[in-house]
């Protein structure tokens, strides 16, 4: 099953107010070449960037995995190679990945790596304003009930790598119960 058929685009709408995510310096830059945050792309969800202008270098596994990272043009770290960092604009945002339409939610591993959880990212400095807690919390609420509604679980037996590893700096809101493919 596709996934862009188990959760659309459209039934995850953006949390993050576009003036915070366009001033913000956290998303789409990483420390390290092999980090473990950067994005995870099905092969559909890579055939979908690359039809939207991606470049078929960024995508080292056709059939699934983590983009590859460029350098940051001013030499600190790496960036999202779909990431225009002179814009601050995604430059494949209507076709994103599942990882991204998530953020600030991280779909992660329990720290036993048995158990899925929905948690918040407090890198994100939206999740670490107390005065959008609420809101944050009816939206993992949402998350958690399109995820239940749709078949994410098959989606993730096929490509258990979307799902991350424990986070410290991940605050964990909802329990989906055993990870489809057992733990890592």
């Given at each position: 099953?596709?996934l862009s058929?188990?959760?659309?685009?459209?039934d995850?709408?953006?949390?993050?107010?576009?003036?915070?995510?366009?001033?913000?310096?956290?998303?789409?830059?990483?420390?390290?070449?092999?980090?473990v945050l950067?994005?995870?792309?099905?092969?559909?969800?890579?055939?979908?960037?690359?039809?939207h202008?991606?470049?078929?270098?960024?995508?080292?596994?056709?059939?699934?995995?983590?983009?590859?990272?460029?350098?940051?043009?001013?030499?600190?770290?790496?960036?999202?190679?779909?990431?225009?960092?002179?814009?601050?604009?995604?430059?494949?945002?209507?076709?994103?990945?599942?990882?991204?339409?998530?953020?600030p939610i991280?779909?992660?591993?329990?720290?036993e790596?048995?158990?899925?959880?929905?948690?918040?990212?407090?890198?994100?400095?939206?999740?670490?304003?107390?005065?959008?807690?609420?809101?944050?919390?009816?939206?993992?609420?949402?998350?958690?009930r399109?995820?239940?509604?749709?078949?994410?679980?098959?989606?993730?037996?096929?490509?258990?790598?979307?799902?991350?590893?424990?986070?410290?700096?991940?605050?964990p809101?909802?329990?989906?119960?055993?990870?489809?493919?057992?733990?890592?």
């Amino acid at each position: 099953m596709p996934l862009s058929s188990v959760l659309p685009g459209h039934d995850l709408p953006q949390i993050v107010p576009s003036e915070l995510c366009l001033t913000c310096d956290v998303c789409c830059r990483f420390p390290e070449r092999e980090s473990v945050l950067r994005p995870f792309f099905t092969a559909e969800e890579i055939e979908q960037a690359v039809a939207h202008g991606a470049a078929h270098e960024h995508f080292p596994d056709p059939g699934g995995g983590r983009i590859r990272l460029v350098p940051h043009p001013d030499g600190e770290g790496y960036l999202c190679p779909c990431f225009d960092h002179a814009t601050q604009h995604c430059t494949i945002y209507p076709v994103r990945p599942l990882d991204c339409r998530l953020y600030p939610i991280a779909l992660m591993r329990d720290r036993e790596g048995q158990d899925l959880i929905l948690g918040l990212d407090t890198k994100c400095p939206y999740v670490r304003d107390s005065a959008n807690a609420s809101r944050l919390r009816d939206y993992v609420e949402r998350v958690d009930r399109e995820m239940a509604r749709a078949d994410l679980r098959n989606v993730l037996a096929v490509y258990p790598d979307l799902i991350g590893r424990f986070q410290d700096d991940v605050i964990p809101n909802v329990n989906l119960g055993p990870h489809p493919a057992g733990g890592s």
